[in-house]
């Protein structure tokens, strides 16, 4: 139930084009939902992150949509330009409650490759 | 320019050998999480740091595992014995005291680490 789904492995996509992103969870005690981009050889990166009380979030070309009743998000990349090619993670963050924190469960990754 | 400095960056052992993992987190920064990532599992939480005390470690094996942090300057994730399961990249990742989130922490490069 502490599991976070995401699909698909693997996403090739045109310049320009959109790339999407999807993930699903079980667990309703997750409270906040990031994004994490990752290069080859590089740690992890936040991209975006959003709460579950709202639908949407945009910053630039990445925008988070948000299901709460479906239990979904997906990350979606408008003009997908090659420098975005990399692995993209999930995660959600479930409380900590006990040292008034949270910790996260990350989706397996989406490795994008975006061609001229 | 301030950022989580791990070292080794590669780690090529022998099975029974001992292998210690180091993270300089970002100065300031009180929390400090160690994840490991392989092709199979993903990322996953191992330990979690906080001014230096354990807050979980349920993520690492114990008979094998071990994580410190002597000083506010330095974590270490020591493996001892190491067997080709441990292969994988070792991610530290450090939060400011300002911001409790998991999400908001930083990563570093990675130990690549091969068990042979």
């Known amino acids: 139930q502490q599991q976070v789904k995401q699909s698909p492995q693997s996403l090739i996509v045109q310049k320009g084009g959109i790339s999407i992103i999807n993930c699903a969870y079980e667990?309703?005690?997750?409270?906040?939902f990031p994004w994490y981009q990752q290069f080859p050889g590089k740690g992890p990166a936040l991209l975006i992150a959003?709460?579950?009380?709202?639908s949407e979030k945009k910053e630039g070309r990445f925008t988070i949509s948000f299901n709460k009743s479906a239990k979904q998000f997906s990350l979606h990349i408008m003009d997908s330009q090659p420098g975005d090619s990399a692995t993209y993670f999930c995660?959600?963050?479930?409380?900590?409650?006990?040292?008034?924190?949270?910790?996260?469960?990350f989706g397996t990754g989406t490795r994008l490759q975006v061609f001229p | 320019d301030a950022r989580v400095t791990q070292t080794p960056r590669h780690k090529v052992t022998e099975m029974g050998q001992e292998v210690t993992m180091r993270c300089q987190p970002i100065?300031?920064?009180?929390?400090v999480f160690w994840y490991r990532q392989t092709m199979m599992q993903g990322l996953e939480l191992l330990a979690y740091?906080?001014?230096?005390?354990?807050?979980?470690d349920s993520g690492m094996p114990k008979d094998r595992f071990s994580a410190e942090m002597p000083d506010a300057t330095l974590a270490t994730l020591k493996i001892q014995p190491s067997e080709p399961r441990d292969s994988a990249v070792y991610f530290c990742?450090?939060?400011?005291?300002?911001?409790?989130?998991?999400?908001?922490?930083?990563f570093g490069q990675g130990t690549r680490l091969t068990v042979v």
């Open positions: 959003i709460r579950p009380d709202v």
């Open positions: 100065l300031g920064h009180n929390t």
């Open positions: 990742a450090s939060g400011s005291p300002r911001r409790l989130s998991a999400y908001e922490a930083f």
């Open positions: 667990n309703t005690a997750f409270d906040y």
């Open positions: 995660a959600a963050s479930i409380p900590l409650v006990a040292y008034n924190t949270d910790k996260l469960i």
């Open positions: 740091f906080r001014n230096r005390a354990p807050l979980d």
